[in-house]
């Protein structure tokens, strides 16, 4: 499928992964980070995560727990570390803030511009 890792992917994150052998045997970690990741990469709700990923509530609660333990952080961390940060590279483009994102009123140093389109991320100022 489109957003499953492939081998050599799941060959590098699965050392990385809390593996508990107590209690009630785990769901394959490898289909659960795949309906976690097609979750993230379509935006769509949690219960829209199609079948051959499992329960969503699986998924969900995977997601959460990993969090919390801060499995996410190590994973970036990891393959960030793994990765020659020698090109660095930012996208350009104007993303649009919620009004309550902004946070003008309490921050004037926020990089929030004022268009025709509303509050942007490009600061007409040039500054921070």
Known sequence: MRYELTDYEWFAIKPMLPNK???VPRV????VLNGIFWVLRSGAPWRDLPENFGPYTTCYNRFVRWRR?????KLMSALAGAHDAAVQMIDTSIVRVHQH???ITRNR???MGRSRGGLTSKNP???R
Do not use: F, I, K, T
Not at 28 to 31: F, G, L, P, S, Y
Not at 69 to 73: M, N, R
């Open 109 to 111: 140093r926020q990089s």
């Open 69 to 73: 333990a801060g499995v996410w952080a």
């Open 21 to 23: 052998s107590r209690g």
């Open 125 to 127: 100022r040039g500054g």
């Open 28 to 31: 394959n970690d490898r289909r």
């Open 101 to 103: 994102g902004a946070c």
